[in-house]
């Protein structure tokens, strides 16, 4: 039998219906070992950014694509799938007519009014709007009674170094799924596993198509919060409501955001500026659409708690995520820091504030995880700026300096950042919470050194 020696792993591989066997050295990165099974499926260099790879064990059982896969053998061969974000969206169009009406008229009610909130942000929205926003079951993802994980990847998953880029929409709704069994929460609150897809979906199609505050984002926030809850190990002292309540937070923190803030909704004058008088417009639109999820029956993961745990679930909630402001930054910073010297957990309200703390950490999180997966979200994100600040101009609004693409650069914009905002943020909560430094810190710290390096060399061009 073929075994590759200790420095290259060698992978055997199913692929387009052919058998392949693939090498790397062992000290390779994520993005080199990606580029290589890409080259193995054929896929031409100008679509790898469209695409996401799958590797599948003969069980089942998904393995995630990065330094810790090891070599398998021909009898162990794995199937590696092209999953294509762009052919999938043609696919989807494709699904039986029929049965998209059915799920429509079924859900009638509940479209109805989570569109009418929906409509907030997006007046001028056409009737279209309404089947988009369908929480119907996508089939693909109905059909399959559960994805599977291997052991590796659930623990891969309370890691904070997580790439987000290696998973399609449903394996992403699957692994959301996965937190809310692996804590407990599905028995502890008696959470109906069908509504529970039916939730995740509607929330997934409740976030819009924007370059940073897509689902992709409510994906990754998630996934960090549950990273730090474990690395500190803190999710063994925090009650099973906490954890509910951050993990519904996360999830909805940024539910149907418009790609456009809060100061250009208040300058304006936007529905959600007039609606929300001026105050956090967008973060209580995010809680209240989630709450319009959770209030649909067949959404409504909540249906099974006592009156009196929901309406402490929802009080928690909204606290949560009008607390990922960042107009209320210094407010919350300030309110922990009297704490944090003699922090009590057993405290209603000092949890309150670390739970606040944790959603906090995790919305602003990218620059934790390696540099290949952070630095793409940047490009992202000054994306949405520019085009918010390109249309300011263009209605003579005021702009922000940090939003203009004469003003802002990459590396200035993440040197500022990281440097002034994140580092004081998540140094104040590694004063109660453990484990913080090596595994959270140390590659925020090293992140700045990237981009003040990157910034040096900039600067001496000019
Ligand atoms: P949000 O709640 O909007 O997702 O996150 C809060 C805000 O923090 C973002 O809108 C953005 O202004 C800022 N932010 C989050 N991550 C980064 C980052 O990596 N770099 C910069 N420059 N700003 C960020
Ligand atoms: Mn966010």
Not at 229 to 237: N, S
Not at 269 to 283: F, H, Q, R, V
Request: glycine share 4%.
């Amino acid at each position: 039998m073929a075994t590759a020696s200790s420095d290259i792993v060698r992978l055997y591989l199913r692929v387009h219906n052919r058998d392949e066997t693939v090498e790397w050295p062992k000290a390779s990165t994520t993005e080199e070992i990606k580029s290589v099974l890409l080259t193995a499926a054929d896929v031409p260099s100008t679509l790898t950014k469209d695409v996401v790879l799958k590797l599948t064990q003969q069980n089942g059982c998904l393995v995630s694509i990065g330094p810790k896969l090891t070599s398998n053998t021909p009898h162990t061969r794995y199937t590696l799938q092209v999953v294509s974000e762009k052919l999938k969206s043609g696919a989807e169009d494709s699904v039986n007519p029929d049965e998209l009406v059915n799920t429509v008229a079924k859900l009638k009610g509940q479209i109805d009014s989570v569109s009418q909130v929906a409509k907030l942000a997006h007046p001028h929205k056409g009737p279209n709007a309404m089947v988009r926003r369908a929480p119907n079951i996508d089939p693909r993802y109905a059909d399959r009674a559960k994805y599977v994980f291997t052991e590796e990847t659930k623990e891969y998953l309370k890691q904070c170094s997580f790439d987000n880029w290696q998973w399609e929409e449903n394996e992403a709704l699957a692994l959301l799924e996965l937190m809310f069994d692996d804590m407990g929460l599905i028995e502890e609150f008696k959470i109906d596993v069908a509504t529970l897809k039916r939730f995740l979906r509607g929330i997934k199609d409740n976030y819009n198509a924007n370059p940073f505050h897509n689902f992709k984002h409510c994906f990754c926030v998630t996934q960090m919060m549950y990273g730090i809850i474990h690395t500190t190990e803190i999710v063994h002292k925090l009650k099973p409501i906490d954890k509910l309540v951050l993990l519904i937070s996360c999830i909805g923190h940024d539910l149907d955001h418009p790609g456009y803030n809060n100061a250009y909704q208040i300058n304006a004058k936007t529905d959600l500026a007039i609606i929300y008088n001026d105050t956090s417009p967008l973060e209580n639109h995010h809680a209240a659409v989630l709450f319009t999820l959770l209030r649909a029956p067949e959404t409504n993961i909540l249906s099974n708690v006592p009156d009196a745990v929901f309406r402490e679930i929802r009080k928690g909630t909204i606290r949560c995520i009008l607390a990922t402001d960042m107009a209320k930054h210094g407010e919350i910073m300030t309110a922990f820091k009297k704490h944090v010297d003699n922090f009590n957990i057993e405290d209603q309200d000092q949890r309150n504030l670390l739970v606040q703390m944790i959603i906090k950490c995790a919305d602003i999180s990218n620059e934790v995880r390696p540099t290949e997966v952070a630095e793409p979200w940047v490009d992202c994100l000054l994306e949405e700026f520019f085009a918010q600040s390109d249309r300011e101009k263009a209605e003579g609004l005021p702009t922000a300096p940090f939003m203009d693409r004469e003003k802002v650069t990459k590396a200035g914009a993440q040197v500022g950042f990281i440097g002034f905002v994140m580092i004081p943020l998540y140094e104040l909560t590694a004063k109660v919470l453990p484990n913080m430094e090596a595994a959270i810190i140390q590659p925020i710290r090293q992140s700045l050194t990237y981009y003040k390096e990157m910034l040096e060399k900039t600067e001496g061009k000019k």
